[in-house]
């Protein structure tokens, strides 16, 4: 599985929905055989558009990318975010309920689970110690339990799994750009009881998305509505730490009042505003495999919203000198829109490329923020960033430059701001994360040595 392993999962996908294929019976098909069949998929030409734009190709490569990229880093701990986020948030706090009915278990137990399980991962990415999640229940007892029942499912039940409606939802060419369905069930077990993985890639965003998913399903607006709250302000606190003077959401509507066109934060530069917007939806796989314009221009309605935000933003900086300060005297505006999955755009010149607006339109007009300085960022991205700012590694002005230059190149267009910074393989970790990361592995060690029989 190690060559093009999502076709490989997406092919063991549909041997599981074909009735006709045996679970434990027959002849077990040659590896020659699979090999080919793979191959064949990764050859085929499976994204045929009917509109002939000249900008077909970028809605292609933008279906491409959704699978690809995830295999192309390192291991980067995000499936630490969602419950540490949760985690702090005060104990009456709805949303801590919500995780606990939809989990099983609070994000405390949670992030020390797949923290436990995703170290071994690191060690060796296919293959789990057979005494593992014996030792769990020994010090998690039942919260063990539902994890695994979260997490683990052998063959009889995936081919349950895969018969639902959702396991069917993406369909034909696009399955083959969607991230393997799998990540829904990261860990699998086998008839001698052992449990594999999908590998690294799947095991952790599948402990990534499964709590976004289990609860969205669960509560929809219900957990997306007091989650983009959360979401907003992490945005914000993050948005702090660049080390630039700032003026927030909260600032704004004091001065203005509650209905007045607001951003989460207004970085003020040496030469320019840098705006900052929080977009969280559920934002469904479909909204990443669309490839075609229609389908685009409707599924991302809410990052048309925050461009249009951005520019009364802006607009209202320079009407507002008592409020913005010196934001006001700056001769240009960026916007930068922060996702909450990565939704492979990039700048706004490539959103308007994916959706179909001519850069004339109104509604592409922007005095102070044109398309070129506008991008959208998810949000590990964006993290990644405001570290290497913090830490001196990178200045915002000349990044935010430096973007808008590239912008309206086909070839050097970027669709990550990281991909303009040069400090190795991964900028360092963000606070929540590397914060989060070591207090569970703190809780994991005291655990653990006060089940041990020589404690």
């Not at 085929?44 to 009917?50: D, K, R």
């Not at 593992?132 to 039940?157: H, I, K, M, P, W």
């Not at 799994?161 to 993406?170: L, N, P, R, W």
Request: proline share 6%; aromatic share 8%.
């Amino acid at each position: 599985m190690r060559g093009l392993p999502w076709i490989a999962l997406l092919l063991l996908k549909w041997a599981l929905q074909d009735g006709a294929v045996a679970l434990y019976a027959g002849t077990a098909m040659p590896s020659r055989v699979f090999d080919a069949l793979r191959q064949q998929l990764w050859d085929h030409p499976s994204i045929e558009h009917e509109d002939g734009s000249e900008f077909a190709i970028f809605r292609r490569l933008r279906a491409l990318m959704n699978v690809q990229a995830e295999y192309q880093v390192g291991a980067v701990w995000e499936f630490v975010r969602w419950p540490a986020l949760i985690e702090r948030l005060p104990a009456d706090h709805p949303l801590r309920d919500q995780f606990r009915e939809a989990i099983g278990i609070g994000p405390s137990e949670y992030l020390e689970l797949t923290t436990a399980v995703f170290a071994q991962v690191l060690k060796d990415d296919r293959q789990l110690p057979r005494d593992l999640f014996s030792v769990l229940a020994n010090v998690y007892g039942a919260s063990a339990q539902r994890f695994e029942e979260l997490c683990v499912r052998d063959l009889t039940a995936l081919r349950v799994e895969m018969q639902s409606t959702e396991a069917k939802a993406v369909s034909g060419k696009h399955e083959l750009f969607e991230f393997p369905y799998l990540k829904r069930f990261p860990l699998f077990r086998l008839r001698s009881g052992e449990v594999v993985t999908w590998g690294r890639e799947v095991c952790e965003r599948g402990f990534a998305d499964i709590v976004h998913l289990k609860m969205s399903a669960r509560y929809g607006k219900g957990y997306v509505d007091p989650f983009s709250r959360v979401f907003e302000s992490y945005v914000t606190e993050l948005a702090s730490l660049a080390g630039l003077p700032a003026v927030t959401e909260a600032e704004i509507k004091t001065h203005l009042g509650g209905h007045a066109p607001s951003v989460e934060a207004v970085l003020i530069g040496r030469s320019c505003n840098i705006l900052v917007e929080a977009k969280m939806g559920i934002f469904a796989d479909n909204a990443a495999l669309a490839d075609r314009q229609d389908w685009i221009f409707q599924r991302l309605k809410p990052l048309r919203g925050a461009i249009e935000q951005g520019r009364r933003v802006s607009a209202l900086i320079r009407e507002r000198p008592d409020v913005f300060g010196k934001a006001a005297q700056q001769p240009m505006d960026y916007l930068v829109v922060v996702t909450s999955r990565d939704l492979h755009i990039g700048t706004g010149c490539m959103f308007n490329r994916l959706v179909g607006l001519d850069p004339q339109d109104p509604r592409v007009e922007g005095a102070r923020l044109p398309e070129e300085r506008i991008m959208f960022v998810p949000i590990g991205d964006f993290e990644r960033v405001v570290s290497c700012a913090a830490s001196g590694a990178v200045d915002l002005d000349d990044l935010m430059s430096e973007m808008a230059s590239k912008a309206n190149s086909y070839a050097q267009a970027p669709l990550h701001l990281t991909s303009l910074i040069q400090v190795g393989p991964l900028p360092p970790l963000p606070p929540l994360i590397e914060g989060a990361k070591e207090a569970t592995l703190s809780r994991l060690e005291r655990r653990f040595t006060a089940a041990s029989p020589t404690a």
